[in-house]
C-alpha cells in the first residue's frame, strides 16, 4: 500500500509565498518515471488538477495558477514539491497529491488559507 504525505500548508497572507512537499512511500522506478500532479479542493468545489509534472519534463498548470506556481521533484527523497508565489485568496484549498497520477494513491491534504 502506498503511502503519501502532504505538508508545507497553512495561513499565508495575500502575497506571500508557501512551499508544499508531498512525499511517497513508492519504489523509485515508479516514482522517476511516471507522470506527478497536484489537486486543490476548495469548500463546495469539486477537486482540480493545477499542476502536473509529466514522465518527459514538460508541465501543465491550471489557467489561474500560471506564473505564479511551480511544480518539481526530487526522485531521490521521492517527493514533489509545489512552490506557491504570490498567493491570492481564491488559492484557499484543500491540497492532494497524486503518485503517480491517475491511480488511487492520495494523501490526507494540506490545508492553505490566503487571508488578510
Known amino acids: 500500500q502506498v503511502h503519501i504525505v502532504e505538508s508545507g500548508g497553512g495561513l499565508m497572507q495575500p502575497g506571500g509565498s508557501l512551499r508544499l512537499s508531498c512525499t511517497a512511500s513508492?519504489?523509485?522506478?515508479?516514482?522517476?518515471?511516471?507522470?506527478v500532479g497536484w489537486y486543490r479542493q476548495a469548500p463546495g468545489k469539486q477537486r482540480e488538477a493545477v499542476a502536473i509534472l509529466y514522465y518527459g519534463g514538460a508541465t501543465f498548470y491550471e489557467d489561474a495558477v500560471k506564473g505564479r506556481f511551480t511544480i518539481s521533484k526530487d526522485n531521490v527523497k521521492k517527493t514533489v514539491y509545489l512552490q506557491m508565489d504570490n498567493l491570492k485568496p481564491e488559492d484557499t484549498a484543500v491540497y492532494y497529491c497524486?503518485?503517480?497520477?491517475?491511480?488511487?494513491?492520495w494523501g490526507q491534504g494540506t490545508q492553505v488559507t490566503v487571508s488578510s
Open positions: 513508492i519504489s523509485l522506478p515508479i516514482f522517476s518515471r511516471y507522470d
Open positions: 497524486n503518485v503517480p497520477r491517475d491511480s488511487d494513491n
